[in-house]
């Protein structure tokens, strides 16, 4: 997964992006019980790719 530059971007786009992440994030864990995921860094880096953008968000609110 390319890292995302989450600077510069609008309310709308990262509320948008952070919506998507969290999407991934639960199909990981869903995916996980069912040892249907072979990726398992990918919730680490979900995780990550949601603190950056929850990071931009928090930023705008100042």
């Known amino acids: 997964m390319k890292k995302t530059i989450y600077k510069g971007q609008s309310t ?13 994030l639960r199909n990981f864990r869903f995916g996980a019980s069912g040892s249907k995921t072979r990726n398992v860094k990918e919730g680490h880096t979900a995780k990550k790719e949601i603190a950056r953008i929850m990071t931009e968000l928090n930023a705008h609110k100042q």
Not at 12 to 24: D, H, M, N, T
């Open 12 to 24: 709308q786009e990262l509320s948008k992006a952070l919506y998507e992440q969290r999407e991934v």
